[in-house]
């Protein structure tokens, strides 16, 4: 959801912005996104789904990160600042990551959708995400309880892998042998 005010801001005004208030914003090329806050089911599948992931990843060259934790989305060939706060992410090159942020691409993003912000996940973050090579984008949506997997595919393209509603194995392409049960994850 973008905030109000429509007018570009910079980055500097924008990090002052973040100062004033307790809310998670995110920033993509000028424009201000007020992230929801989340809801109680949002938290549980979160805490699950970012629990199996750590225990998964414990002694691999992964890590995993739950929101609020910012990832600033960077790439030599494109421009612009683009920065987001998934509900998770899985980073793989440690370089990017600094005290405060990641700057880079995560091989897996994981966002869990809110009533008032499916548009922004589904589409905006969908295509922003493939633009910038994330490997694998998952978007939860705990008012059906589906999962939407999209991989990237030789021509840098989303293909979608999976739709799971309620029940089933769910899988990583990117995180090979990891596999969480949506029931479990929605229960």
Same mark, same amino acid.
């Given at each position: 959801?973008?905030?109000?005010?429509?007018?570009?801001? =910079?980055?500097?005004?924008?990090?002052?912005?973040? @100062?004033?208030?307790?809310?998670?914003?995110?920033?993509?090329?000028?424009?201000?996104?007020?992230?929801? =806050?989340?809801?109680?089911?949002?938290?549980?599948?979160?805490?699950?789904?970012?629990?199996?992931?750590?225990?998964?990843?414990? !002694?691999? !060259?992964?890590?995993?990160?739950?929101?609020?934790?910012?990832?600033?989305?960077?790439? @030599? !060939?494109? @421009?612009?600042?683009?920065?987001?706060?998934? %509900?998770? =992410?899985?980073?793989?090159?440690? %370089? $990017?990551?600094?005290?405060? /942020?990641?700057? $880079?691409?995560?091989?897996?993003?994981?966002?869990?959708?809110?009533? =008032?912000?499916?548009?922004?996940?589904?589409?905006? /973050?969908?295509?922003?995400?493939?633009?910038?090579?994330?490997?694998?984008?998952?978007?939860?949506?705990?008012?059906?309880?589906?999962?939407?997997?999209?991989?990237?595919?030789?021509?840098?393209?989303?293909?979608?892998?999976?739709?799971?509603? @309620?029940?089933?194995?769910?899988?990583?392409?990117?995180?090979? $042998?990891?596999?969480? %049960?949506?029931?479990?994850?929605?229960?």
């Amino acid at each position: 959801m973008e905030l109000p005010n429509k007018n570009l801001i =910079s980055l500097e005004e924008f990090h002052k912005l973040r @100062e004033s208030t307790n809310r998670l914003l995110e920033y993509i090329d000028g424009a201000v996104f007020m992230v929801p =806050s989340p809801s109680t089911r949002h938290q549980r599948i979160s805490s699950r789904l970012h629990a199996s992931l750590f225990n998964f990843l414990e !002694d691999k !060259d992964c890590e995993v990160f739950h929101a609020p934790y910012d990832v600033e989305l960077r790439r @030599e !060939d494109l @421009e612009g600042t683009k920065i987001v706060v998934p %509900d998770i =992410s899985v980073i793989c090159d440690e %370089d $990017g990551i600094e005290e405060n /942020k990641y700057v $880079g691409i995560p091989s897996l993003i994981i966002e869990i959708v809110s009533p =008032s912000n499916q548009s922004h996940d589904l589409v905006h /973050k969908l295509n922003l995400y493939m633009q910038y090579g994330v490997k694998e984008y998952w978007i939860v949506n705990p008012l059906l309880s589906t999962v939407q997997i999209y991989r990237l595919d030789e021509k840098g393209q989303y293909e979608q892998t999976a739709v799971i509603k @309620e029940t089933g194995i769910i899988h990583s392409d990117v995180l090979k $042998g990891f596999t969480v %049960d949506a029931q479990k994850i929605f229960q």
